[in-house]
T-cell receptor, first 113, second 111 residues
Framework: EPEVTQTPSHQVTQMGQEVILRCVPI?????FYWYRQILGQKVEFLVS????????KSEIFDDQFSVERPDGSNFTLKIRSTKLEDSAMYFC???????????FGPGTRLTVL | SQQGEEDPQALSIQEGENATMNCSYK?????LQWYRQNSGRGLVHLIL?????REKHSGRLRVTLDTSKKSSSLLITASRAADTASYFC???????????FGKGTMLLVSP
């Protein structure tokens, strides 16, 4: 069964450093998403991506964040200058259509020291 | 703002019993999705119910949706220890493609 994959599973970085989180969505899906979950809190939407551009973004997704689909398979989230409060589990998701089931990857746990 | 809120926050039952979790939300939705999360792990999709549906089944799962009350329930029948996890409802607001998650219900099934 196709699944969303994410790398790395765990990333530790120093405050102020740039990180890139990688995702490979399900191959025939057209909509891609990033969510995050701070420990013990709700899963929060960050950004959605369709047709090679951002379709929606939340208030969390400020200028420090960017997304890219550099080739036909990868979908990346970049945080330019990490802050302590960026420590969270970051989930990538994809769906075939905009109102279809969103399938989530296993997540990348980001720890900012 | 749109919110899915689950009730109860925690539920502890014995194997073989049924578990019922509820979710309430505030605005009109396109669909509602239930997910399971084992501790510190990824989100596993369980079932999607659309706004024009009232009930769906998948194996031991039964989901209902009452759009007039803006609420949904997830019933797990004949629970197993392996069902121990957190369960989240996530709503897809009308006109949007982003999910809004609730805080979840922690289910503990004891052997």
């Amino acid at each position: 069964e196709p699944e969303v994959t994410q790398t790395p599973s765990h990333q530790v970085t120093q405050m102020g450093q740039e990180v890139i989180l990688r995702c490979v969505p399900i191959s025939n899906h057209l909509y891609f998403y990033w969510y995050r979950q701070i420990l013990g809190q709700k899963v929060e939407f960050l950004v959605s991506f369709y047709n090679n551009e951002i379709s929606e973004k939340s208030e969390i997704f400020d200028d420090q964040f960017s997304v890219e689909r550099p080739d036909g398979s990868n979908f990346t989230l970049k945080i330019r200058s990490t802050k302590l409060e960026d420590s969270a589990m970051y989930f990538c998701a994809s769906s075939a259509g905009g109102t279809d089931t969103q399938y989530f990857g296993p997540g990348t746990r980001l720890t900012v020291l | 703002s749109q919110q899915g809120e689950e009730d109860p926050q925690a539920l502890s039952i014995q194997e073989g019993e049924n578990a019922t979790m509820n979710c309430s939300y505030k605005t009109s939705i396109n669909n509602l999705q239930w997910y399971r999360q084992n501790s510190g792990r990824g989100l596993v999709h369980l079932i999607l119910i659309r706004s024009n549906e009232r009930e769906k089944h998948s194996g031991r799962l039964r989901v209902t949706l009452d759009t007039s009350k803006k609420s949904s329930s997830l019933l797990i029948t004949a629970s197993r220890a392996a069902d121990t996890a957190s369960y989240f409802c996530a709503t897809l607001p009308s006109g949007y493609s982003t999910l809004t998650f609730g805080k979840g219900t922690m289910l503990l099934v004891s052997p």
